[in-house]
C-alpha cells in the first residue's frame, strides 16, 4: 500500500516544483539564461581540451578567457536580432584580443600596466554612453585585461589564447540562435496565460478559505506569496511586450498599450481582492463565479439582498472581485483583439530608431558614472596590492561590479555587502564541498557545472546567490587544479571587502547620485497637465478642451520615458530589471486612466454628481501627495509587501472609476505603510 502511494507523492512533489519554476518564471527566461551559459561554457572548454589533446597544448589563459567571455556573451549581449548579436559578439572579440594583447606586451613595465588597467576600466565604463552595445563590447575589454593582467601570458601564448574568445563567440551565438532561441511572441503568450493561472490559483485560494470560514497567520503570508508570484509574472509579460525603438511602451490606442493597461489593471484588481479579503472574505459562490467568467452570475451574487446588507468589509471584498472579473474580462478581449493578434502572428520587433549622437557632456550621467568606477577600481587597486602583488585583481573585480550600474548611493552599499556576504558563505560552503570531492573529477566537474547554472539562473533575483555559487565553482576548480588552500580563500574573501567598500566610500564621496534633475522637470510636466486635466473634469468643460488636455498629458508621458531611461539603463550583469520600469508603467496606467476619465466624462449625461466629485477630489490628493515628492519615486525602495498592505479600495463605477484608478494608481508611488516605515 505504501508502495503504491509512492509514485503518487513523487508525481505530486514534481508537479510543486514545476509549478512553483513556472509561477516565477514562467516564459523559462531564466532558465534558458542558466543554460546558456552553463552550455556555452561546456561547449568551449571541450573543444580546447580536445584542441590540446589532438593538435597543440594549450595555455591556461586560453580556458579562462573562454569562460568568462562564454558568461559576458550569455548575459551583456541584448541586442534583438541574431545578427545584431553576432555583431557585437564580433565587436567584443576583438575589443578581447586587443586587451589580452595590450596585457601580455605591458607585462614587464607593472606600473604602466597597472595605469593602463584603469584607462581600459574607463574605456570600459564610458562606452555605455553607445548603449547596449557598447555597454557589451566595453564588458568583453574589461574581463580580458583582467584575465590577460591576472594570467600573465607570454606574447608567444597570444595565437593559442586567441582560441578561447573565439570558440565562446561562436558557441554562445549557436546556441543562442539554434537551440535555446528567444522568441518573443511564444514567451508572451505563455505569459499571459501564467497570469491568468495566478489568478485562477488566488481565487481557488480563497473559495475555500472562504468555505472553511477560518483565515490563520499562515494562510495570510502565503496569500501575499502568491501575490508576489503575481508580480513576477506582471513585471514579467510588461517586459515582453514590443515597445517602440527607444525602449518605451506606445502610447495612445495602440494594441500593446491596451493589453500593457489591461495586465496591470488586473494586477491592481488582485492586489485589491487579496487586501479586502483579510478583512473580512466574500461568499464562495461569488469567488466560484468570477473564477468561471461568469459575469452575470456575480453580479446577481452580489446584489443578493443578504451580501448588498452586509458588513462594509465584506461589501469591498464583493467589490474588489467584480472589479477581478471585469479587468480579467478586459484582459482577454485586448489579448484576443484582432490587432493584437496580427501583431503576434506577424508583427516583428520595431525597426532600430534614428542613431543619436553620443553625449560625453558632464551632464550626462553616465559619463560621472565613469569616473566613479575609475576612481572605486583605483582605490581598490592600491589597497589590493598593499595586501597582494599576486592577487588584488579581485579587489578591482569587485570595485567595478559592484559599483557598475548603481543608481544611488544606498544601491552601491546593499551591492557591495550581497557581494561581501555572498562570497564569504559561499568560501566556507565551497571549501568543505572541494575537501569532499578531492579525487572526484566527474563529480566535481558535474557540481561545479550545476553552481554555473544556478549562478546565472538566480542573476536577476540575488546578487548575493549569484556571488555565493560563482564563489563555490572558484573553489571546485581550485580543487582541481591543486591550488585550493584555506589563505587562499582567504585572501579572497579579503580583497573582495576592499573592492566592496572602494564602491561604497566613491558612491557615497565622489559625485554622489542624488538628484535627477531632468526627470524631476519632466516629471513636474506631467504632474501639472494631469492636474490641468483633473480641473478641467471638475469645471465641466467641453469635449474638445478635454481632448487636448489628454494629448498633453500623453506628450509628457513621452517626455517622461526619455528623461527617466537613464535611469534605467541595464548594463550590470547584476540587476534586476523593473524597478524603473514598474514606476513608469504606473504613470503610464495613470495616463491611460486619467484620458478615460475625460473621454467618460464628455459622454456622461450626469456630469456632476456627489461621486464624481468625491472621486476628482480623491485624484487630486493623491497627485498633491505624489507630486509634492517629486522623482523619489524613481529611486525609493519600498518593501515589496507595503503596496499590498495600504491598497485603496476598489474603484467606483462610471465616470468615477477613471478617477478612482488615478487615485489608486498614484497612491501605489507612495504606499502609507512605507511612509510609516521610512519615518521610523
Not at 480 to 508: D, K, N, P, W, Y
Amino acid at each position: 500500500m505504501v508502495t503504491s502511494r509512492l509514485p503518487r507523492m513523487a508525481a505530486a512533489m514534481v508537479a510543486k516544483m514545476v509549478d512553483r519554476l513556472l509561477a516565477h518564471d514562467p516564459a523559462l527566461s531564466r532558465v534558458k539564461m542558466g543554460a546558456r551559459v552553463t552550455l556555452t561554457i561546456l561547449a568551449s572548454i571541450i573543444t580546447l581540451i580536445a584542441v590540446h589533446l589532438a593538435f597543440v597544448p594549450l595555455p591556461s589563459i586560453s580556458y579562462a578567457l573562454a569562460i568568462v567571455l562564454s558568461i559576458e556573451g550569455g548575459v551583456a549581449v541584448k541586442d534583438k536580432t541574431p545578427g545584431e548579436q553576432l555583431t557585437t559578439r564580433l565587436m567584443g572579440c576583438a575589443a578581447s584580443l586587443f586587451c589580452i594583447t595590450l596585457a601580455a606586451a605591458l607585462e614587464p613595465y607593472r606600473l604602466v600596466a597597472d595605469l593602463t588597467f584603469l584607462g581600459v576600466i574607463f574605456a570600459a565604463s564610458l562606452a555605455r554612453v553607445f548603449g547596449a552595445r557598447g555597454f557589451a563590447v566595453g564588458m568583453f575589454a574589461f574581463i580580458s585585461y583582467f584575465i590577460g593582467a591576472y594570467l600573465r601570458p607570454t606574447l608567444t601564448e597570444l595565437p593559442l589564447a586567441a582560441l578561447g574568445p573565439l570558440f565562446a563567440v561562436a558557441f554562445g551565438h549557436l546556441i543562442r540562435k539554434y537551440l535555446l532561441v528567444d522568441d518573443w511572441r511564444r514567451d508572451l503568450a505563455k505569459t499571459l496565460r501564467a497570469i491568468q493561472h495566478r489568478v485562477s490559483d488566488i481565487l481557488l485560494r480563497l473559495a475555500r478559505l472562504s468555505r472553511s470560514g477560518a483565515l490563520t497567520d499562515k494562510d495570510r503570508l502565503e496569500l501575499r506569496q502568491m501575490e508576489e508570484q503575481l508580480k513576477d509574472v506582471v513585471l514579467m509579460a510588461e517586459g515582453l511586450l514590443p515597445r517602440n525603438a527607444d525602449g518605451s511602451l506606445p502610447s495612445g490606442d495602440n494594441p500593446v498599450t491596451a493589453v500593457s493597461i489591461a495586465i496591470f489593471d488586473l494586477h491592481l484588481a488582485a492586489e485589491s481582492v487579496i487586501v479586502q479579503s483579510l478583512g473580512a472574505l466574500a461568499p464562495a459562490s461569488l469567488f466560484d463565479a468570477v473564477l468561471n467568467g461568469d459575469a452575470t452570475a456575480a453580479r446577481k451574487i452580489a446584489d443578493d439582498q443578504d451580501v448588498a446588507s452586509g458588513d462594509e468589509r465584506a461589501k469591498q471584498s464583493v467589490h474588489a472581485l467584480l472589479w477581478l472579473q471585469r479587468a480579467s474580462s478586459a484582459l482577454n478581449e485586448a489579448a484576443n483583439d484582432r490587432s493584437f493578434l496580427q501583431l503576434m502572428a506577424f508583427g516583428g520587433l520595431p525597426p532600430a530608431g534614428p542613431s543619436t549622437k553620443p553625449d560625453f557632456s558632464w551632464k550626462n550621467p553616465l559619463v560621472r558614472a565613469a569616473v566613479q568606477i575609475t576612481i572605486a577600481s583605483g582605490i581598490a587597486m592600491i589597497f589590493g596590492l598593499l595586501l597582494s602583488r599576486d592577487r588584488w585583481f579581485w579587489a578591482v573585480l569587485t570595485a567595478f561590479l559592484v559599483f557598475n550600474n548603481t543608481r544611488s548611493r544606498g544601491d552601491a552599499a546593499l551591492r557591495a555587502v550581497q557581494r561581501s556576504v555572498g562570497t564569504l558563505i559561499g568560501v566556507a560552503i565551497g571549501l568543505a564541498l572541494a575537501t569532499l570531492l578531492t579525487g572526484h573529477m566527474a563529480a566535481t566537474v558535474m557540481l561545479a557545472a550545476v553552481c554555473v547554472f544556478l549562478a546565472f539562473y538566480f542573476l536577476q533575483v540575488s546578487y548575493a546567490l549569484l556571488s555565493f555559487f560563482v564563489t563555490i565553482v572558484l573553489c571546485l576548480v581550485y580543487g582541481l587544479i591543486g591550488q585550493l588552500t584555506f589563505e587562499v580563500l582567504l585572501l579572497r574573501l579579503e580583497e573582495t571587502v576592499i573592492g566592496s567598500v572602494a564602491g561604497m566610500f566613491v558612491a557615497f564621496v565622489i559625485f554622489p547620485s542624488s538628484t535627477r534633475s531632468t526627470v524631476e522637470l519632466a516629471l513636474a510636466r506631467w504632474y501639472d497637465a494631469l492636474g490641468q486635466l483633473l480641473d478641467a473634469v471638475s469645471s465641466g468643460e467641453g469635449r474638445y478642451r478635454l481632448i487636448e488636455l489628454s494629448n498633453r498629458l500623453d506628450e509628457a508621458y513621452r517626455d517622461l520615458t526619455v528623461a527617466a531611461r537613464p535611469l534605467g539603463s541595464a548594463w550590470s550583469l547584476v540587476t534586476r530589471p523593473g524597478p524603473i520600469r514598474q514606476t513608469l508603467a504606473v504613470f503610464l496606467a495613470s495616463s491611460y486612466w486619467a484620458r478615460i476619465l475625460a473621454r467618460d466624462f464628455a459622454n456622461a449625461e450626469s456630469q456632476d454628481t456627489p461621486e464624481v466629485r468625491r472621486a476628482i477630489d480623491g485624484a487630486r490628493r493623491a497627485l498633491e501627495k505624489a507630486a509634492a515628492r517629486g522623482a523619489e519615486c524613481f529611486s525609493s525602495r519600498t518593501p515589496r509587501h507595503a503596496a499590498v498592505g495600504t491598497n485603496p479600495a476598489a474603484p467606483g463605477q462610471g465616470v468615477a472609476h477613471g478617477a478612482d484608478m488615478v487615485a489608486n494608481l498614484l497612491t501605489r508611488l507612495y504606499p502609507a505603510a512605507a511612509d510609516k516605515q521610512k519615518s521610523q
